[in-house]
């Protein structure tokens, strides 16, 4: 290879470099600002906790409380951003263990992003649509979302419904998870080991849903407080998925980062190697002719 080309290889992994560090420094920008940000939901949790003393609902008769469809609504959670690694794909996997060996008229998939929109159909499988999280859309999407799976719970087109998405740990790891998103009876069974049992406590319910006289009917009830459920668990699941993002992206290219560092010292030894070559090359053909001249000289002498 000419010392031209291996300094255009040069010119062309340095920037390479510089490019990846700076893609590298904004994700890790992203993610501590949005970590200073992220709204926590405990003040919420323990009001919501705090209802469910008051009144036990587990044994109520409605579709947002107790299973009354055997199709699973599966929500998958992916990101349309580049350099992630296989974030995406751990999240597919989770979704699709989920589903195990039903049917496709027993499950109903949910997929947010165009990514797993993509792999999805490749799969040949039906599924509803919704964009990828945009940071500055998250309530509104996460409001969308909501609509949809209550309702489809409602019509009862879906019974139980699990919600797969990447959650991170640090901001060098994340891990891929799939939660009970409704009924509401499963996740705040006592018995059972959800957010609200947790808060909750020992301690005893004031009273049954049948011996508390209430101004609004149980279902408008059952139907409102589903929907606060929803909408805050998927607003804090979608900020946790745009943290996961900016995290694997940084370690990503971080990886990445290390690989053209190790072809850029390469490519620089050979720039080094080429020139000192090409001294080299050059000094003895001066030094060549320099001799030739000296032994014409010599000879015209004689």
Not at 130 to 153: K, S, T
Not at 178 to 200: H, K, M, T, Y
Request: proline fraction near 2%.
């Amino acid at each position: 290879m000419h010392l031209n080309e291996i300094r255009k290889e040069l010119r062309f992994n340095a920037e390479l470099l510089h490019l990846i560090e700076t893609l590298k420094n904004i994700a890790g920008a992203q993610y501590h600002v949005m970590e200073k940000e992220k709204r926590r939901f405990d003040q919420f949790m323990d009001a919501f906790s705090g209802f469910f003393r008051v009144v036990d609902m587990v044994e109520v008769a409605n579709p947002l409380v107790r299973v009354v469809s055997d199709v699973l609504g599966v929500v998958i959670v992916t990101s349309d951003s580049g350099f992630m690694g296989g974030l995406n794909q751990g999240v597919l996997r989770a979704a699709m263990h989920a589903v195990g060996g039903l049917t496709p008229d027993r499950f109903s998939l949910t997929v947010i992003g165009d990514k797993g929109a993509t792999a999805i159909a490749d799969r040949g499988y039906r599924f509803k649509f919704f964009p990828g999280i945009a940071q500055d859309r998250i309530y509104e999407q996460a409001v969308e979302v909501r609509d949809h799976v209550v309702r489809e719970v409602l019509e009862r087109r879906m019974g139980k419904v699990i919600l797969a998405y990447p959650r991170p740990l640090s901001f060098t790891s994340q891990r891929v998870e799939a939660i009970n998103l409704l009924p509401c009876g499963e996740l705040f069974d006592r018995q059972a080991r959800s957010e609200v049992s947790r808060r909750a406590g020992a301690a005893r319910f004031i009273a049954e849903a049948g011996k508390v006289i209430v101004e609004s009917s149980l279902a408008d009830m059952l139907e409102y407080l589903s929907a606060v459920w929803v909408t805050s668990k998927l607003f804090e699941v979608f900020e946790d998925s745009k943290l996961a993002e900016f995290s694997a992206r940084a370690m990503h290219l971080d990886g990445s980062q290390q690989k053209v560092e190790k072809e850029y010292k390469r490519v620089k030894h050979l720039a080094s190697k080429a020139a000192h070559e090409l001294i080299d090359k050059g000094m003895r053909e001066s030094f060549g002719a320099t001799k030739k001249k000296r032994e014409r000289k010599t000879a015209r002498a004689a």
